[in-house]
Every structure is written in C-alpha cells, then in structure tokens.
C-alpha cells in the first residue's frame, strides 16, 4: 500500500532516553518534513528536507536531529528527551511536482516521563 | 510575525451548513489549504486555493480573499462523519507551511 509510514505507533520514554522516530514513504516524493502536534497549537515544524542528502530547520528544532541518506527514510532522533518533548509526532511527504501539497503519515505518540 | 487565526470550536447540526472561517497574516503567500484531521489521525488533504474566489469539491467549498488575508471552508449538508478538525495552512514566501490550530466541529443529530 503506497504512503508514508512511522514507527513506533506510540511511545512512553523516561527522560534522557535517547529515540528515533522513523519514517518511510514510497511515493518517491522528493521533500519530508516532521512535525509536532501540541493540544491548542498548530502543527510546527520540526525539520524538513527538499531532497536526499539535504536537510533544513524548521520552527521548533532545539533538541531533534535528522538525516536524509536515501528518498524513502526521514528518521527524527531526540538524542536526549525531556517532558517537553511529549508530543503526537507526524512524518510528511510531498512530489517535487506539487510542492506545497503534503500527505501524512500516522503519526507517533510519544509521551516522556 | 506569521499568524494563522481560526475559531476553536463550532458546532452545527447534522443536514446544514457551517462556515469555517481562517485569517492569516505571512511573509509572502504562495497559497493556501484546507486539511480534515479527525481525532487520533492524520491529517488529510481537503483543498487548495491560490486565487480569489470560490473552489467548490462536491459538499465541500474554500474561498479565497488575498486583498483581506481571509478564507473559508464551507460544508454542506453535513454529516456526522464531518465531525473533525479543520486546520488552515499558508504556504509562505519559502515555500513552508504555516499551520492555524485548527477548528474542532462538532456535529450534532
């Protein structure tokens, strides 16, 4: 089934604790973004890449890495989470064709103690 | 700054017609979209509006006003699966995104 998919569904994590969140689409689109989702917020961008092999910062990038080796995988790591962090996580993607039209994945729900 | 202004909450009942509106102010405008997201899910793409005026896909319709930084989405004949949030992007002068909080609707029978 073509689409984006994220892993884990959800999360419980003690601070500290280093994550990955993981993303992979098979649309062969060429831009991903991540983005957190907080209870009477927008959705916020996180970090987004144009195309493999390059990355940018979004809006809310303190805290979270990511990389970009192939087309398909867009994994987010928080390489130290902290109770802020606590958040409904989603990975999308768009076609170089249609830039400003994005598909979601899931989402990931991660809650840090 | 970058701000996307929409109602919290609506509620309306099942078989009319609600109206959400959505103000924005952005660097740059490259576009605007409409997004359902029903609880627990992810959100899904409902429309696009680059020019003024009104785009109409079946039950559902956006309008466009650049000169006002405003829109709508409008929903007819709502149904009980309507009940979702509705959330507001502008694409800004990169490009990127721009989110409102979205737009919880409530349908009642």
């Known amino acids: 089934i073509a689409g984006i998919t994220q892993a884990p569904t959800s999360q419980i994590l003690a601070a500290g604790r280093r994550m990955t969140l993981r993303c992979t689409q098979d649309?062969?689109?060429?831009?991903m973004y991540w983005y957190r989702q907080d209870l009477g917020l927008g959705l916020r961008l996180i970090h987004y890449?144009?195309?493999?092999?390059?990355?940018g910062k979004g809006e809310v990038p303190d805290g979270y890495s990511v990389s970009r080796a192939n087309t398909d995988d867009f994994p987010l790591t928080l390489a130290s989470a902290v109770p802020s962090q606590t958040s409904v996580y989603f990975c999308?993607?768009?076609?170089?064709?249609?830039?400003?039209?994005?598909?979601f994945g899931p989402g990931t729900r991660l809650t840090v103690l | 700054g970058q701000n996307i202004d929409q109602p919290t909450e609506m509620t309306a009942t099942e078989g009319a017609i609600v109206q959400i509106n959505c103000t924005y102010q952005?660097?740059?405008?490259?576009?605007l979209f409409w997004y359902q997201q029903h609880a627990g899910e992810a959100p899904t793409f409902l429309s696009y509006?680059?020019l003024d005026g009104l785009e109409e896909k079946g039950r559902f319709s956006s309008f466009l006003s650049r000169s006002k930084g405003y829109s709508y989405l409008l929903l007819k004949e709502l149904q009980m699966k309507d009940s979702a949030s509705y959330l507001c992007?502008?694409?800004?002068?990169?490009?990127?995104?721009?989110w409102g909080a979205g737009t919880k609707l409530i349908i009642k029978p």
């Open positions: 649309m062969r689109h060429n831009a």
């Open positions: 509006n680059v």
């Open positions: 952005t660097s740059g405008f490259n576009g």
């Open positions: 999308a993607s768009s076609d170089s064709q249609d830039p400003d039209t994005q598909y």
């Open positions: 890449s144009n195309t493999a092999g390059t990355t």
């Open positions: 992007a502008v694409s800004d002068s990169n490009y990127q995104l721009i």
